[in-house]
């Protein structure tokens, strides 16, 4: 389970620090991908074996769904969290998602999430001016 957020500084090599804590759960290894809303998201290779299982099964007669499997998987990328907890970030994901120098690591349940911190800071403010709403919607789901 990952939660909590961390402010972390992405350097001039793309490498990230992943915090202690996330880094337990995810072991030496996570697939990072393009995410929603601007963000990348990490997940275990577990976690990322039962998504891609689910890639799978979406119709490839559709062009919404190919499309949606070619950006999640031609995006992915294994990256090893070296002695230092550190990853290696591609280029290309490190572009997709804004990211300068400053970065958020958010826990989101079952993957984590990337974030420049200028998008981080406009996304929080933004679901924290609608959270009654939004939980007032969701309430069917969740309690």
Request: aromatic content about 8%; some cysteine; proline content about 2%.
């Amino acid at each position: 389970m990952f939660m909590g957020e961390y402010a972390h500084n992405i350097d001039k090599k793309g490498r990230m620090i992943i915090p202690a804590k996330f880094r337990e759960e995810l072991g030496m290894k996570v697939i990072i991908t393009r995410g929603l809303d601007g963000c990348l998201n990490g997940y275990t290779k577990e976690q990322w074996e039962m998504i891609y299982e689910q890639l799978l099964k979406l119709p490839a007669t559709k062009k919404d769904a190919r499309m949606f499997v070619r950006m999640m998987t031609s995006k992915a990328a294994e990256c090893e969290i070296d002695n230092q907890g550190r990853v290696l970030l591609p280029s290309s994901l490190i572009a997709l998602a804004g990211i300068q120098k400053e970065c958020m690591i958010i826990g989101a349940a079952n993957h984590i999430e990337i974030w420049s911190k200028e998008n981080w800071e406009n996304v929080d403010e933004e679901a924290n001016a609608s959270f009654e709403d939004i939980a007032e919607h969701l309430t069917e789901f969740i309690l």
